[in-house]
């Protein structure tokens, strides 16, 4: 019974002290992450605030000529393409 006890309080410890390095590496990851995701936001913005509409148009962008929205009644169905 004794061997039991001590052979589980050894499981016990070694458990908590892995469960420790393994928050301690999360933690660095998280913030590992945290700052290439902020990297990758700024990039974004940067390059959001950089277009135009005249670069628009020289990469192909077209004003709509007919506006066209789907109806409330086809959702849930599949609509015909001209119809749409």
Not at 35 to 46: G, Q
Not at 49 to 72: C, D, L, P, Q, W
Request: charge should be positive; glycine fraction near 6%; hydrophobic fraction near 45%.
């Amino acid at each position: 019974m004794v061997l039991f006890a001590a052979s589980f309080y050894v499981y016990l410890i070694n458990t908590t002290s892995m469960n420790g390095v393994k928050w301690r590496e999360a933690e660095t990851n998280v913030s590992t992450y945290g700052a290439a995701i902020s990297e990758l936001e700024s990039t974004y913005f940067s390059l959001k605030h950089s277009v135009t509409i005249g670069m628009a148009y020289a990469r192909g962008f077209e004003n709509v000529k007919v506006v066209r929205f789907i109806s409330a009644q086809k959702v849930g169905t599949v609509a015909i393409a001209n119809e749409i």
